[in-house]
């Protein structure tokens, strides 16, 4: 049975060699160039008005940070042999870049559910949760916090030379602190997106039955669309993380599932994940006219501007 589990680990180490080679760049490459277009379209006047819009930004920023480090890791470590976490430095700085980002994504879409929520009510109270400023504060103070309470990593784990993996620190607290990451990352946040998104459904449902005027019908409209957008990313969100969430839980709190086999099984469910960032452009495009239109007016006017200069 061991030597069946053994070559089953050996092939599947191969097989994600090869995946690894191949479609980690293209993941690289698709995930800056739709990272990046949602910076430049979030970043214009038009939707910068939107408190949602700050949100999707920053979640845009920490994405790219996320996925600039965690593909290229995996292509260096499978195509070439080459580890950039063979020391305790670069283990624990990695890693520590890898899960702040991830977490600092899964909180901006928390906090734009929230937002949508607030900016879809028809109290006034509630509306006025939803401003810019409030946003600009909260965005702040959450990356200040995650980088605090991911911190720890940068203790917590070391680069073994016996085993050449990088490995984590074993004690109760730590078991308590990964515990806590687990709820939070992986219960709360998408429990909370759910909440809030069919919060924000059942009052996009009841705006349509009031009677408005034309410029606050345009300006609910934009709303609607936004929230449409977000609903369908933290739909995306859920159903790419469930797989990595299943297999984090068992590396982390169960020392005897931590095999060779499980983990090449997480570096699978890991890249699945990445399609959380791969994808969000596409999701944008599709689910709302709003950034249909922004993307459109960026293309027409790097059309006139090279046509000027030529």
């Known amino acids: 049975m061991n030597i069946t589990t053994s070559s089953t680990s050996t092939n599947l180490s191969y097989e ?34 939107y408190s949602c819009s700050h949100y999707f930004l920053a979640l845009a920023f920490a994405s790219l940070i996320y996925m600039i480090v965690s593909p290229m890791i995996l292509f260096l470590q499978y195509r070439f042999g080459i580890s950039a976490i063979t020391t305790s430095f670069g283990c624990r700085s990695m890693l520590f870049i ?11 879409l928390v906090c734009a559910s929230i ?9 006034v109270r509630l509306r006025n949760l939803s401003n810019i400023r409030m946003a600009q504060i909260l ?7 995650v ?14 030379f016996t085993t050449n993996r990088c490995t984590q620190l074993s004690s109760t607290i730590i078991i308590i602190y990964f515990t806590s990451r687990i709820i939070v990352y992986y219960i709360l946040a998408p429990l909370v997106m759910g909440i809030f998104g069919l919060l924000t459904i059942s009052n996009i449902r009841s705006q349509v039955r009031r009677v408005s005027t034309i410029h606050s019908r345009r300006h609910r409209r934009t ?3 936004l929230a449409r957008m977000l609903i369908v990313q933290v ?9 990595a969430a299943v297999t984090y839980i068992l590396t982390t709190l169960v020392p ?31 689910s709302g006219s709003i950034y249909r239109e922004e993307l459109k007016k960026i293309f027409i006017l790097n059309y006139y501007q090279r046509r000027i200069t030529d």
């Open 256 to 286: 005897s599932m931590n095999t060779s086999l499980i983990n090449n099984i997480r570096s699978m469910t890991l890249l699945w994940q990445q399609g959380n960032y791969v994808f969000s452009t596409f999701v944008y495009i599709l």
């Open 16 to 49: 994600l060699g090869i995946i690894y080679t191949y479609i980690s760049p293209i993941i690289l490459i698709f995930t800056m160039i739709a990272n990046i277009i949602n910076i430049i379209v979030f970043s214009r006047g038009n939707l910068r008005s």
């Open 115 to 123: 937002d949508r929520f607030f900016a879809s009510s028809s109290s």
């Open 235 to 243: 739909t995306a969100y859920v159903f790419f993380s469930i797989p």
């Open 98 to 108: 890898i899960y702040s980002s991830s977490l600092l994504a899964t909180l901006m």
């Open 147 to 160: 980088l605090i309470y991911i911190s720890p990593f940068c203790i917590i784990y070391y680069w073994n």
């Open 139 to 145: 965005i702040i103070v959450i990356t200040i916090s």
């Open 223 to 225: 709303e609607s669309q």
